[in-house]
């Protein structure tokens, strides 16, 4: 394929270098002269592990050349792979001055490629894959608007548009080009996604092609996560040192856990959690931390956090405007009568409070079979419970204006209405939840 890469950064000079050495006619695009030169003399730009090496190797096999001139380079290729930076304000606000400033100038080039086309070569419409770093809403609700202007032409019927973000970590990012963890497309149509996924046929790693918004957060997701990862080990580090242990023999038992530990338990969007055990450890924790004197601000704001989820259920109830509910689930987990430090307990704690006609329907809940702490604890937050189970889940229904579901139990599911006058407030995304966001009175909680 015959590609022209714009930015010659770490992203753009890694990109160009290992699209054009696996077999594609690449262009790089800057406008920096310095950088221009250093690719045409077969010199990467950025120091960087095997580019070097790559760079002069398909510089000097012709699959790669480089020029500032933005109307050449998309004239003679057929996709354009935007790099440029995207720097943050010191507020962490995003810049999109250069995503624009490229996004402008491309346009105009495709619309005066097109124009001077014949017409065999325009049944051939140019792509447009961003895989600069940018929040949801930047390619639809700017870049393409740019797009459009600029050219005088309509996305996904003259050219395509795609959101394609890298996951290169510098020092190892040709490495991770030719083995990538994945490939995310995030495609404004089929066609557009169809170019993308061409680049990269062949590489390991699973492909998700994605609607655009998706695609832009994804980078977001990933780097976020590796930041908490860091922040939770160090703070860890800290409280081990401080108890005169070993904080890496601490981890390496940590990481072993394969089931738990490091795998996708826990990383659904859901409910807040609870138990015997989250709560309660979590405390035991910070406290130790606060004794020993060492600050711990991440593991310190996890229960506040979760506290802040449980009140954006609670929010999505009150914003229904009805007064009577029906909740099904209480239990902290599926499949046993725990109560204990249930998010589902203090939810309707909190309905109660502020005077709603509450029902609650629990398969596995009955007042005569709670017994020792479990007992004590509901006795202490929910004393009237015996008077607001219910027996079936129909009676539950049948009082209910907004229903609140906190299980995923079959007969529950089986039993829910769709549409109607009822308002649904899913807290654990029941099957379905996608159609049913469609449906009127359909409120998912995190989806």
Request: hydrophobic fraction near 45%; charge should be negative.
């Amino acid at each position: 394929m015959r590609i022209s890469v714009f930015g010659l950064g770490y992203v753009g000079c890694v990109s160009a270098a290992c699209l054009a050495a696996r077999g594609n006619e690449v262009i790089g695009v800057d406008v920096n002269p310095t950088k221009i030169d250093l690719i045409t003399r077969g010199q990467a730009p950025v120091v960087e592990e095997r580019i070097g090496e790559l760079t002069a190797e398909v510089v000097a096999g012709g699959a790669l050349r480089a020029t500032t001139d933005v109307a050449e380079a998309v004239a003679a290729t057929e996709i354009s792979l935007v790099c440029v930076g995207t720097p943050s304000a010191p507020n962490g606000s995003l810049s999109t001055a250069y995503l624009e400033r490229v996004a402008s100038d491309i346009g105009a080039a495709i619309g005066a490629a097109t124009d001077a086309a014949t017409e065999e070569d325009r049944d051939h419409r140019h792509t447009v894959v961003f895989r600069s770093t940018m929040l949801p809403g930047t390619c639809l609700e700017l870049l393409v608007p740019i797009l459009e202007k600029s050219s005088g032409k309509t996305a996904g019927v003259d050219f395509g548009v795609a959101v394609n973000p890298e996951f290169l970590r510098e020092g190892t990012s040709v490495r991770d080009f030719f083995d990538p963890p994945k490939t995310v497309i995030g495609e404004l149509d089929g066609a557009s996604g169809d170019v993308v996924a061409a680049l990269y046929d062949g590489l390991p790693g699973e492909v998700f092609r994605v609607p655009i918004p998706v695609a832009e957060i994804t980078k977001y997701a990933d780097n976020s996560f590796h930041a908490l990862k860091v922040g939770f080990a160090n703070e860890l580090g800290a409280i081990c040192a401080a108890l005169g242990l070993d904080s890496h023999a601490v981890m390496d038992v940590f990481l072993a856990d394969r089931k738990l530990n490091v795998s996708p338990a826990y990383l659904r969007p859901g409910f807040a959690f609870g138990g015997s055990c989250l709560p309660k450890d979590l405390r035991g924790l910070v406290h130790a931390a606060h004794r020993a004197d060492v600050s711990v601000p991440i593991l310190s704001h996890i229960l506040p956090s979760n506290e802040e989820h449980l009140r954006r259920a609670f929010e999505l109830v009150a914003r229904t405007g009805e007064r009577k509910v029906g909740l099904f689930g209480l239990s902290f987990k599926p499949g046993t009568d725990d109560l204990r430090e249930s998010p589902l307990v203090e939810l309707a704690e909190r309905l109660l409070g502020k005077g709603y006609d509450l029902r609650i329907y629990d398969a596995n809940v009955t007042m005569s079979r709670l017994l020792g702490a479990n007992r004590e604890f509901i006795e202490a937050r929910l004393p009237h419970l015996g008077q607001l189970l219910l027996p079936s889940i129909d009676d539950v229904l049948e009082h209910a204006g907004v229903i609140l579901v906190g299980c995923k139990d079959p007969a529950v599911l089986a039993a829910l209405p769709h549409g109607g006058d009822k308002v649904i407030v899913d807290l654990v995304r029941i099957p379905g939840a996608q159609v049913r966001r469609a449906e009127s009175g359909y409120v998912g909680l995190a989806w």
